[in-house]
């Protein structure tokens, strides 16, 4: 049996919105993937998970008014999350890892240390764009018409001091590594990157911000945050164990075999993690696939185009396993491909309900109705009717693992599909129900159903590692035990015991009505998006929900601006604690710092603590706040009659 390590990796996903289908593609494709290699006996590592921390997530969670941690935790681990998503298609991923884990955290820093200490990271200065009101840098082509991408408003010249990785030195090795070695694939991603990024001049790369908190800080340097790239990339090596005592695997299964990834961050996986790893002098994985883009109507999917699909709903209607075989079956997965409900519909009717699905209820039904399901030991094979399917059945596996090999699972399925569609039209020449009239010929209706079942069984074990589930039922009506859905048993023609016992069961998959389906698709996919109703009822809190809140009163003790940022001022406030309290408050361009000294006000002490600019804020300032008619915002503070004494508690 192959002993061999197999480590493969998805990209880890922004949980900034749910999961869509063309997320779902590539988490297919590594599972399919990771089935396959240990179907054939290796030990492998399926590594997937989430890409936590950056200026994005910050923002949502702050529009959402919760932590940037409820924020993520909401969207991966909560009801209908990444989680439950994965586990609703059967995603047999062996480990994942949460970029926000505190191991993979500590493990950033060291790592950054690592690379500060050798060289490759220096302290330089930022140059970009400003936006006040968001308080974020933007790089020219960030901005949308030279405005603020976020807001739109206008942004101004901003200079901020920052981190650099010298990726620029590492240029030279990784040409060489793309043009020289089958590192990158498919083949024509290495001349993109080659003439797109390396030869106009690879610059270093700013792998640090001071413009938002929510990320690995900096441990020597506070108020710097690590570049999101770089904490995500080595989440492939810190799953492992690299530079932590969480998981001890590193030896066992890196360098990774392949990493597969979305086709717009291969220039992410191929040149910046080659350059990194050369840094801290680590293995390079053995390969980077990037795959095509799922589309729809020819355009990338998003949120925010609106013209998401939706994998929940598409495995709720068709199963788990049609779907997946679809996403697998219809796209080449180097190129892009255009999904539709029809092409779905049209795939699963064709070939699981045709031709995969027919093939295995017509074999039953028909050793049911001619042997009472038992095929008799006596049968008669005929070698100008038998030959070519029986070759060409019993030598697939080669074929398809020559297609697996190289991450063609597209053709490995066409491999599978010609046999079973040779399988159908064998049904058709030796007519079983004319051989069932006499009896001497019923050796050989025997042996042809023999082959059908035979057939069937091959392309059952080779069908598995895309339809698990459904593999599993196919191979009990066509009773195929254990020792028969093995790799070794889908090379080995009449594995199968000549007097097998079969069983006819449900229909593995239904025909669908496209017309019918279409409009019914049509109308969930309606009422799914719908803006929520206007009559949603007003969403009440309880007294419990209230009581949770904790408001006291607070006296200014000290009031500063916190450096570099235009908002922030940094409150020490007396709250009735035994210390004071430090809270920060982006009220800048209302109040001057000595306005408040001295002022008794609301705070409130049970919100999570939370960084802004590098400095804890433990609270937050209660202030009276409306939107003026020309879209502004005034604001006041709340403050209360000064004989009120601190750390009295609302109510
Ligand atoms: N967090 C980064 C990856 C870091 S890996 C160290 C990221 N996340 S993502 O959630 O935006 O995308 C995850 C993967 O989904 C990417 O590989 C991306 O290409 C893929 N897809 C997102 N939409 C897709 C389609 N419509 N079709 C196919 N894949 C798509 O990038």
Known sequence: ?????????????????????????????????????????????????????????????????????????????????????????????????????????????????????????????????????????????????????????????????????????????????????????????VHEMVNNFIKPGLEDLCVSRTSFTWGVPVDFDPGHVVYVWIDALFNYMTALGYMNGEHHDLEKFWPADVHFVGKEIVRFHSIIWPAMLMSVGAPLPRKVFGHGWLLLDGGKMSKSKGNVVDPYLLSERYGVDALRFFLMRTFPFGSDGNFSNELLIQTINKDLANDLGNLVSRTTAMAGKYFGGVLPEEQRFDEAMDDELVKMAGALRGRYEDAMEHYAMHKALDEVFQVIQRANKYIDENKPWLLAKSPEDRPRLACVLYNLLETTRICGVLLTPF???????????????????????????????????????????????????????????????????????????TIDDFDKVKFVTAKILACDAVPKSKKLLRFTLDCGEAQPRQILSGIHEYYEPEQLLGKTVVACVNLAPRKMMGLESNGMLISAVKEQPDGTEKLHLLMLDDGVPAGYGLC
């Not at 950056?54 to 209908?80: C, H, L, R, W, Y």
């Not at 603020?148 to 001091?161: I, L, M, N, S, T």
């Not at 650099?164 to 793309?178: I, N, P």
């Not at 889908?490 to 069983?503: C, E, G, Y």
Request: negative net charge.
């Open 1 to 189: 049996m192959n002993r061999e390590k197999f480590y493969i990796t998805t990209p880890i996903y922004y949980p900034s919105d749910k999961l869509h289908i063309g997320h779902a593609y590539c988490t297919v494709a590594t599972d399919a993937m990771a089935r396959y290699k240990r179907l054939q006996g290796c030990e492998v590592m399926f590594l997937t998970g989430t890409d936590e921390h950056g200026q994005k997530i910050e923002d949502k969670a702050k529009s959402a008014g919760v932590t940037p941690q409820q924020f993520v935790d909401n969207i991966v681990t909560a009801p209908g999350g990444v989680l439950d998503l994965w586990k609703l298609m059967n995603i047999s991923y062996d480990r994942f890892i949460r970029t926000t884990d505190g191991y993979h955290v500590r493990a950033i820093q060291k790592i950054f240390k690592k690379m500060y200490d050798n060289g490759d990271i220096y302290k330089g200065t930022y140059k970009g764009k400003y936006c006040k009101d968001c308080e974020a840098f933007w790089t020219e082509t960030q901005l949308a018409d030279g405005k603020c991408p976020d807001c739109g408003r206008e942004v101004q010249d901003a200079e901020e001091e920052a981190y650099f990785f010298r990726l620029s030195k590492y240029a030279g090795r990784v040409q060489d590594l793309l043009e020289n070695t089958d590192f990158l694939e498919p083949r024509s991603r």
């Open 467 to 541: 339809m698990p589930g459904s593999m599993d039922k196919l191979f009990d009506q066509i009773g195929a035990d254990g020792a028969l859905r093995t790799w070794e048993s889908a090379a080995r023609w009449a594995a199968l015991p000549r007097s097998v016992s079969v069983h006819k069961g449900e229909n593995l998959f239904p025909r669908i009505d496209m017309e019918k389906e279409l409009k019914e698709l049509e109308q969930a996919a309606v009422q799914k998006s719908a803006p929520p109703a206007e009559e949603k009822p007003p969403e009440y809190i």
